[in-house]
């Protein structure tokens, strides 16, 4: 079993910074992909991004946008997901996912293990 627990959301001006740190107990996730979503009020959860836990391969699914960068510290056990240049579009509630590194899950989808959530709310 993994647990994951996210932090770092909060209250932020449209224009700001926030990283939001998605941390991992229970097992090691060598041989795992951990992806950030993001789901805000009515609509559909929304697929960030995902990093390889072993090679420290990252995947986009919009690499035009450039303003999220996912990264690791194996060390800490801990994924980051750096925002910036916020927008009032990106207030959602921020969940980060846990599952063994295969192209579903880098492409974000089969996601097993889940965190709580945390909430990032950009004012205009």
């Known amino acids: 079993q993994v647990q994951l627990v996210e932090s770092g959301g909060g209250l932020v001006q449209a224009g700001g910074s926030l990283r939001l740190s998605c941390a991992a107990s229970?097992?090691?996730?060598?041989?795992?992909?951990v992806g950030w979503f993001r789901q805000a009020p009515g609509k559909e959860r929304e697929f960030v991004g995902a990093?390889?836990?072993?090679?420290?391969?990252?995947y986009y699914p919009d690499p035009g946008k450039g303003r999220f960068t996912i990264s690791a510290d194996v060390a800490a056990n801990t994924v980051y997901l750096q925002m910036n240049t916020l927008e009032p579009e990106d207030t959602a509630v921020y969940l980060c996912?846990?599952?063994?590194?295969?192209?579903?899950?880098?492409?974000?989808?089969?996601?097993?293990?889940w965190g709580q959530g945390t909430q990032v709310t950009v004012s205009s």
């Open positions: 996912a846990a599952d063994y590194d295969r192209l579903s899950t880098m492409t974000g989808s089969g996601y097993t293990y």
């Open positions: 990093i390889s836990w072993s090679g420290g391969n990252t």
């Open positions: 229970g097992h090691t996730l060598s041989n795992y992909a």
